[in-house]
């Protein structure tokens, strides 16, 4: 099997480590906002709550390549030509991303470009994939510069991007960043390596992917698929075979789910644990749905640790890339 990932992909991925540790020291200001809101004196006064929480918006500026996990206000402005930026936007799994351009400054006709992306793109691979986004792919891009009227954008799951490319120093935008609840999260990307979640497709004819961008020791406690009575324990060694509902454990090196190895496939209602460990950059729990039941999986999982791998021969984690059910 494949196991190595590419420099360039692992260096994104520290890139994006990086950036998550840091902005969870940028949550505390939200929790100094809550405390700031409980207080009984304001709110006595809705108007002056709502000029408070207006001017307690987060502001800061945007890099070139940056990420997000908090609401707040960021502005670019380009200091030299910038062609190739991108800014990575991410929530918890149970919440939408919403962008609104506040202000915008770009030269569309000088070659200029801001794009909203439903999603996430990293080295030419997609989350969603194309197979569990509900939107075709063609409009899963806003070019600010092709529809100038849509000034807001609301993403499908926890994660949006924007690409821009500036020429002009002095050039740039102001767009505001909100969370807001998805009460049926379908595809996801988890912020932390650690973690426990319930994937749920109520008759719906759709899939759902969830990814973690960390190798990790995954443990499926309850899968529940429709049918409850056995009917297809007729075959159990063959797999599934991928017809009808099931799920699948898939490893890689890229965000594409479509593009990954599947490790495992589970067909069949049970009530574990069943633990699985993948040694890969990437991990997804992927659920498909033919609408027909009410599919639900639970699982939990944690980074992949040395111990983890028994009597560690080898000496490096990320040469495994296996199942072990
Ligand atoms: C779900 O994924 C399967 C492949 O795994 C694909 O054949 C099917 O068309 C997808 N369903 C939807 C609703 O996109």
Same mark, same amino acid.
């Given at each position: ?12 991925? &520290? ?9 969870? !020291? ?31 918006? #987060? ?50 006709? !000088? ?29 899963? #891009? ?18 949006? @991007? ?40 109520? &008759? ?22 429709? &049918? ?12 599934? !075979? ?44 992927? @659920? ?12 939990? #999982? ?17 040469? #495994? ?5």
């Amino acid at each position: 099997m494949r196991s190595r990932m590419s420099p360039a992909f692992k260096l994104q991925c &520290h890139f994006i480590l990086i950036f998550l540790g840091a902005l969870r !020291g940028e949550t505390r200001y939200l929790e100094l906002r809550e405390v700031a809101e409980a207080d009984p004196l304001l709110l006595f006064n809705t108007d002056l709550k709502r000029e408070l929480s207006e001017e307690q918006l #987060y502001h800061r500026s945007l890099r070139c390549i940056d990420m997000l996990s908090i609401e707040g206000q960021f502005t670019f402005t380009a200091e030299q030509p910038q062609l190739q930026c991108a800014a990575f936007f991410i929530g918890e799994p149970e919440e939408v991303i919403s962008i609104q351009y506040d202000l915008v400054s770009v030269d569309c006709q !000088g070659g200029d470009f801001l794009k909203v992306f439903d999603g996430w793109i990293l080295k030419g691979e997609k989350f969603p994939s194309s197979q569990d986004h509900p939107l075709p792919m063609s409009d899963r #891009y806003i070019d600010f510069c092709e529809s100038e009227n849509i000034r807001t954008f609301s993403s499908s799951q926890n994660v949006a @991007m924007i690409f821009f490319r500036i020429h002009e120093p002095g050039n740039g935008f102001t767009i505001t960043v909100k969370k807001n609840p998805n009460l049926f999260p379908c595809n996801v990307i988890s912020q932390t390596p650690n973690g426990r979640f319930t994937m749920v497709i109520p &008759h719906q004819h759709r899939n759902c992917s969830f990814s973690i961008i960390y190798p990790v020791v995954i443990k499926i406690s309850d899968l529940i698929l429709g &049918h409850l009575n056995g009917l297809q324990l007729k075959k159990p060694s063959v797999g599934c !075979g991928g017809i009808g509902d099931f799920v699948e454990l898939l490893g890689g090196t890229g965000l594409d789910p479509s593009k990954m190895m599947p490790f495992a496939d589970l067909c069949y209602p049970f009530h574990g644990p069943a633990q699985l460990t993948i040694g890969c950059d990437n991990t997804v729990v992927r @659920m498909v749905s033919s609408g027909k039941h009410v599919n639900r999986v639970t699982f939990e #999982y944690h980074q992949l640790e040395p111990y983890d791998l028994g009597s560690p021969s080898g000496n490096s984690i990320k040469e #495994y890339c296996f199942p072990s059910i």
